[in-house]
């Protein structure tokens, strides 16, 4: 079993930033890919971006590519969301997920954190 933990979400202005972190914990051997999702009030959850645990080219959505970044820390086994520029639009609770198989097929989740951006 993976145990996922989300933290650094907040409030923050138009334009600003904030960075996420998704702590895993357990049988985190087998991650072969981490993903971040999210989900905006009366909307399914959407996917924003995803890192090959052995390393490669991180994948983001259309609509936060140049604005996100994934980045992690082995040696914490934490995997990170930088938002920059951030939009009302990008207003939502923050989902990280681990995938034990390449491609993915998530098999655990956080509980999440919310981000609302508003003036």
């Known amino acids: 079993q993976v145990q996922l933990v989300e933290s650094g979400g907040g409030l923050v202005q138009p334009g600003g930033s904030l960075r996420l972190s998704c702590a895993a914990s357990?049988?985190?051997?087998?991650?072969?890919?981490m993903g971040w999702f999210r989900q905006a009030p009366g909307k399914g959850r959407e996917f924003v971006a995803a890192?090959?645990?052995?390393?490669?080219?991180?994948d983001y959505a259309d609509s936060v590519k140049g604005r996100f970044a994934v980045s992690r820390d082995n040696a914490k086994k934490t995997v990170y969301l930088q938002m920059n520029s951030l939009k009302p639009e990008d207003t939502a609770v923050y989902y990280c997920?681990?995938?034990?198989?390449?491609?993915?097929?998530?098999?655990?989740w956080g509980r999440g954190t919310q981000v609302t951006v508003s003036s």
């Open positions: 357990g049988v985190t051997l087998r991650i072969r890919v």
């Open positions: 997920a681990a995938s034990n198989y390449n491609p993915a097929i998530y098999n655990y």
């Open positions: 890192y090959d645990w052995n390393g490669g080219t991180p």
